[in-house]
C-alpha cells in the first residue's frame, strides 16, 4: 500500500499532463476545424482502431497480470506466456485485416454522407491507425511486467509520447492537415513501444516472438481466460462505435460534441479511475489470493476510496464545468451551443462514474480468482440493454440518448454484478460503502455549495474565478480523502506496508 500511495502523486501529474495534452488537441482541433465532418471522420478512424485494441490490451494486462504475479514463476512460464502473446498478437491481426475490409465494403452505409474524398481519407486513416496500434500489443505486455513489480511510473511516463507528437504539430502549423495529424499519431504508438523496449529490464523481458507457436495446457488455460474478456471487451467496443454511428446520423458535429464530452470526462477517469484500479489491481490478486475473505474486505475500501473521488469529481464538475468548458472550447468555429451540449453530455456521463467504479473493481475481484466468463456474461446483457435503450431513446430524447443509454446501462449492470457476486460468497461491505456514498455525496454538496457562492459573489473575470474555484475545489477533496486514508488507517482496515 505505501508503494500505491507514493507512486500516485507522481502518477497523477504524469495524468495530468496527458490529459492536458489530449484536451489541447482536442480543442485546437476544434477551433481550426470545428464541429465539422473532417474532424468526424478522424474522430471516426480513431474509435475504429482504438476500440480494437482496447479490447486486446485490455485482455492482455488483465490474463498476464495473475501470472506474472505467481509465486514460483520460472522460465517456462515466461516461455508460455511468449507463445500466448504470439497467438494473440496474430489473431489481431487476421481479425484487423477482416474489419477493415468489411468496413471498406460497407463504407458507403457507415459514412455515406461523405464525399468520395472523404471516405477514401478515412479508409486511408484506418489503415495507417491500425498498422501503428499493432505495437500497442506490446505496450501492454511491459505495462503489465512493470505493474506487475509494482512499478507504475515508468510505462504510464511513456504514455506522454504519442500525447504530445501529434499535438505539437498541430500547435506549429497555422492550418494543420488532417492526415498528417493521423501519420504523426501513428508514429508516436512506435516510438512508445521503442522506448519501453529499450528500458525494459533484460532479465523479465517478455515480447511477441515469431519462432513458432507451441499450445500446451497453460497456453490454452490462458487463451481460454483471455476469450471471454475478449468478448465482453469487444462488445462493449460495439456499444461505443454504435453511440458514434448514432451522434454521426444525429447530423454534422454531433461525433466531435461527443467526443469532446468524453474527453472531458476522460480528464478524471484517466486522472483518477483507471489510475487507481490500475494501482490497487495487484495488490488486490495477491491479497485474493492468499486469502479471500480478507481480500475482499480489503478490496471493499479500495472501491470505497475510488468511489470518494469520483463522488467529489462530479460535484465539483456539476459546479465549474460549465464555465471550464466554455472557456477551454469557445473559440474558432466552435460556439457556446455546442460548449452547452459538451457539458450536459459530460453532466450525464459523470454522475453514474461512482457507481462505474463499483462495477469495474467487481469484474477484477473476478479476474483475481481465474473467472472471466461472469464479467463477459454481465457484459454481453448490459450492452444488448444499451443497444436497445439507445435504439428506444433515440426516439424520444434525440441526440441525448448518446449519453443516457450508458449512463442507465452502467446502472443496470453494475445492479445485476452485484447480486451476483452476492450469490457465489463473495460479498462486500456493502454497509461500508453505502456510508462512504452518503458521507461523501453530502461533502459533495457542501463543496458544491461554496464553489457554487464563490462563482455568483466574486468580482473576479471569468478565467480568475474558476482558477479560484479549481483550486479550493481541489484543497477541499484533498484534506477530504486523506481524513478518509487516516481514518482506514487507523482502524487497520487497510494495511500500509
Known sequence: MKKIVRSFPAIVLISTIITILGLLKSVILSQKFGASSILDSFYLANVFTVSIFSVVSSAITTVVMPE??????????????EHYLSIVFFATLIIGIIGIVLLYVFRGTIVGQYD???????????????????????VAVYTAVYQSKENYIIPRLTDIIPALIPVTY??????????Y??????????????????????????????????????????LRNTVPILISSTIF???????????NEFGNGYVTIFTNANQVIGIFQALFIVNIVNLFYPTMIKKINK????????????????????ILIFWGYASVGSSLIDIVFIHGKFTKENANIVYTFGLILCVVLPIDVIRDFIYRIYYSVGNTKKPMVNSVMTV??????????????????????????????????????????????????????????????????????????????????????????????????????????????????
Do not use: C, W
Not at 68 to 81: C, I, S, V
Not at 116 to 138: D, E, G, H, V, Y
Not at 201 to 211: E, G, P, Q, T, Y
Not at 291 to 310: C, P, W
Open 116 to 138: 468520395s474524398k472523404l471516405r477514401s481519407t478515412f479508409m486511408s486513416m484506418i489503415i495507417i491507425l491500425f498498422i501503428a496500434q499493432l505495437s500497442r500489443i506490446n
Open 291 to 310: 486469502n479471500l475473505t480478507k481480500g475482499l474486505l480489503e478490496s471493499t475500501y479500495f472501491i470505497g476510496i475510488t468511489m470518494a473521488f469520483v
Open 237 to 247: 467496443q460495439i456499444q461505443i462505435l454504435f453511440s458514434n454511428y448514432f451522434a
Open 384 to 497: 444488448i440493454f444499451n443497444v436497445i435503450m439507445l435504439m428506444v431513446l433515440s426516439k424520444v430524447v434525440g441526440p441525448m440518448s448518446i449519453v443516457l443509454a450508458p449512463a442507465i446501462g452502467t446502472i443496470f449492470s453494475t445492479s445485476i454484478i452485484l447480486v451476483r457476486l452476492y450469490k457465489d460468497n463473495m460479498t462486500l461491505r456493502n454497509s461500508a460503502l453505502v456510508m462512504i456514498f452518503i458521507i461523501f455525496n453530502l461533502l459533495g454538496l457542501l463543496m458544491y455549495g461554496i464553489l457554487h457562492f464563490i462563482k455568483v459573489t466574486m468580482v473576479f473575470n471569468s478565467f480568475v474565478t474558476v482558477v479560484l474555484q479549481l483550486i479550493i475545489g481541489v484543497t477541499f477533496s484533498v484534506v477530504v480523502l486523506l481524513l478518509l486514508l487516516y481514518f482506514l488507517k487507523e482502524r487497520e482496515l487497510i494495511e500500509f506496508k
Open 181 to 222: 495529424v493521423t501519420v504523426l499519431t501513428a508514429i508516436s504508438y512506435f516510438l512508445q513501444f521503442v522506448v519501453l523496449r529499450r528500458i525494459q529490464d533484460s532479465s523479465s523481458l517478455l515480447r511477441v516472438r515469431f519462432k513458432g507457436i507451441l499450445i500446451n495446457r497453460q497456453v490454452k488455460t490462458l
Open 170 to 179: 498541430i500547435m506549429v502549423v497555422t492550418q494543420p492537415n488532417i492526415m
Open 68 to 81: 506474472l504475479n505467481l509465486m514460483n514463476r520460472n522460465e517456462k512460464d515466461d516461455n508460455n506466456l
